[in-house]
């Protein structure tokens, strides 16, 4: 099988070797064919740019390197050129695999994928030799114009072509995953939740927490979000629904867009990489629809406030916490609580459950208070680690 690999003796190879720079920081690679959506992706991500702007991006010649340090999220990222080998002896792979998390492996599902594929296998084969810990992520990326019949099609094909190519090579205990994604929707932000939450060691006490909280406060759904990429890293036990996501996720949007508008302006801002303000400075804002307003549970928050609705704006003066509230028509609320200038809580209830405010702030104040343990415990045992990894004798001298 050939692939049509950039050679280690091209003269970009050396511009590609000082990129190499090693780091301990656990790493996320993005790699797949060219043209495929990498970069894309990771701008639109992590760097907040519009998805209509990465129509403009260049193909990626050289190692692209992104560090992300946010709560319970630290790592670091890298966006590969599609035409590289890391594989080549000229490469040290082992190096590079060794502290990776997750290879994430993006096709370009509205391309021919046989090469895709090729390509895919050859690299998780590999990776699995040099590091078995790692989680495999396959994107079926650019699926925004395709039809939902075609995009079941084309998973199931996928994962079939796979799941026969590594029984064949007798490779079958290679375990892969696959999301549907798309720039111009919550899908890939959805993909990369899931993706994340598998790298973070705290995810099993945040998930229970959550559970202890949405049990005793009459919660139908909670989220655990960063702010800055509005990537949920926890969520509570019950199933995900996609609507009830991307209400959650507009939601934030909604809080930060308002804010620009209404926000005191006298007070120390905070900006994103998109030019916004992060949640860290904000007062509390509640937004409530009027009842004669026709929203349904399928209304996004931007169609919402489209119609004329009642803003009222505060300011909290004993605490700096951002705070919304959106009463939709058909009964529920969505609530959101800040728990640090990195994460906001999102729930959505019952306005019957709502009554009972004063119990669920109390609730959240006790959510936030071992959501803030289990993070001081989590920063300090990384520290201890890194510290201990520092002061290590070498074996030989």
Same mark, same amino acid.
């Given at each position: 099988?050939?692939?049509?690999?950039?050679?280690?003796?091209?003269?970009?190879?050396?511009?590609?070797?000082?990129?190499?720079?090693?780091?301990? =920081?656990?790493?996320?690679?993005?790699?797949?064919?060219?043209?495929? @959506?990498?970069?894309?992706?990771?701008?639109?991500?992590? $760097?907040?740019?519009?998805?209509?702007?990465?129509?403009?991006?260049?193909?990626?010649?050289?190692?692209?390197?992104?560090?992300?340090?946010?709560?319970?999220?630290?790592?670091?990222?890298?966006?590969?050129?599609?035409?590289?080998?890391?594989?080549?002896?000229?490469?040290?792979?082992?190096?590079?695999?060794?502290?990776? @998390?997750?290879?994430?492996?993006?096709?370009?599902?509205?391309?021919?994928y046989t090469e895709?594929?090729?390509?895919?296998? #050859?690299?998780?084969?590999?990776?699995?030799?040099?590091?078995?810990?790692?989680?495999?992520? /396959? +994107?079926?990326? =650019?699926?925004? $114009?395709?039809?939902?019949?075609?995009?079941?099609?084309?998973?199931?094909?996928?994962?079939?072509?796979?799941?026969?190519?590594?029984?064949?090579?007798?490779?079958?205990?290679?375990?892969?995953? #696959? #999301?549907?994604?798309?720039?111009?929707?919550?899908?890939?932000?959805?993909?990369?939740?899931?993706?994340?939450?598998?790298?973070?060691?705290?995810?099993?006490?945040?998930?229970?927490?959550?559970?202890?909280?949405?049990?005793?406060? $009459?919660?139908?759904?909670?989220?655990?979000?960063?702010? +800055?990429?509005?990537?949920?890293?926890a969520t509570d036990?019950?199933?995900?629904?996609?609507?009830? #996501?991307? +209400?959650?996720?507009?939601?934030?949007?909604?809080?930060?867009?308002?804010?620009?508008?209404? @926000?005191?302006?006298?007070?120390?801002?905070?900006?994103?990489?998109? $030019?916004?303000?992060?949640?860290?400075?904000?007062?509390?804002?509640?937004?409530?629809?009027?009842?004669?307003?026709?929203?349904?549970?399928?209304?996004?928050?931007?169609?919402?406030?489209?119609?004329?609705?009642?803003?009222?704006?505060?300011?909290?003066?004993?605490?700096?916490?951002?705070?919304?509230?959106?009463?939709?028509?058909?009964?529920?609320?969505?609530?959101?609580?800040?728990?640090?200038?990195?994460?906001?809580?999102?729930?959505?209830?019952?306005?019957?459950?709502? =009554?009972?405010?004063?119990?669920?702030?109390?609730?959240?104040?006790?959510?936030?208070?071992? /959501?803030?343990? /289990?993070?001081?415990?989590?920063?300090?045992?990384?520290?201890?680690?890194?510290?201990?990894d520092d002061n290590?004798?070498?074996?030989?001298?």
């Amino acid at each position: 099988m050939e692939y049509e690999f950039q050679h280690p003796t091209d003269p970009d190879h050396n511009d590609i070797m000082d990129d190499m720079t090693i780091s301990d =920081k656990p790493r996320i690679l993005l790699m797949g064919l060219q043209r495929s @959506g990498k970069s894309s992706i990771q701008r639109v991500v992590f $760097g907040k740019m519009p998805p209509n702007d990465t129509l403009y991006l260049e193909s990626t010649t050289k190692i692209q390197k992104e560090d992300v340090t946010r709560s319970f999220i630290d790592f670091q990222i890298w966006d590969t050129p599609g035409q590289i080998n890391f594989f080549d002896p000229a490469y040290d792979s082992l190096d590079i695999f060794s502290s990776v @998390g997750a290879l994430i492996f993006v096709i370009d599902a509205q391309d021919d994928y046989t090469e895709a594929l090729n390509r895919l296998f #050859y690299t998780v084969t590999n990776a699995y030799k040099i590091n078995p810990n790692i989680t495999f992520e /396959v +994107l079926l990326h =650019k699926v925004d $114009g395709l039809s939902d019949d075609y995009k079941i099609d084309t998973q199931r094909d996928v994962q079939q072509r796979m799941s026969d190519a590594l029984q064949d090579a007798e490779c079958d205990y290679i375990h892969l995953t #696959y #999301y549907l994604t798309s720039i111009y929707d919550h899908s890939i932000y959805e993909a990369f939740s899931k993706i994340i939450q598998k790298l973070i060691r705290e995810l099993p006490m945040l998930e229970n927490l959550l559970n202890v909280l949405c049990s005793n406060s $009459g919660i139908d759904k909670a989220y655990l979000f960063d702010t +800055l990429t509005k990537i949920y890293i926890a969520t509570d036990s019950s199933p995900v629904d996609m609507q009830s #996501y991307e +209400l959650c996720s507009d939601m934030i949007d909604v809080v930060i867009d308002i804010e620009t508008i209404y @926000g005191v302006t006298d007070r120390t801002q905070t900006s994103t990489p998109n $030019g916004t303000r992060a949640l860290e400075d904000y007062d509390q804002t509640v937004v409530q629809s009027p009842e004669s307003n026709d929203l349904t549970a399928s209304a996004t928050l931007d169609d919402a406030l489209k119609s004329p609705s009642v803003v009222e704006h505060s300011s909290a003066p004993t605490e700096n916490e951002a705070s919304s509230l959106i009463r939709l028509d058909n009964g529920n609320v969505l609530y959101m609580r800040e728990v640090n200038s990195l994460l906001v809580l999102i729930c959505l209830l019952r306005q019957d459950n709502f =009554k009972k405010h004063g119990l669920i702030d109390y609730n959240f104040q006790c959510f936030k208070e071992s /959501v803030t343990d /289990v993070f001081e415990f989590s920063k300090k045992r990384n520290t201890q680690h890194a510290n201990h990894d520092d002061n290590a004798s070498p074996v030989f001298e």
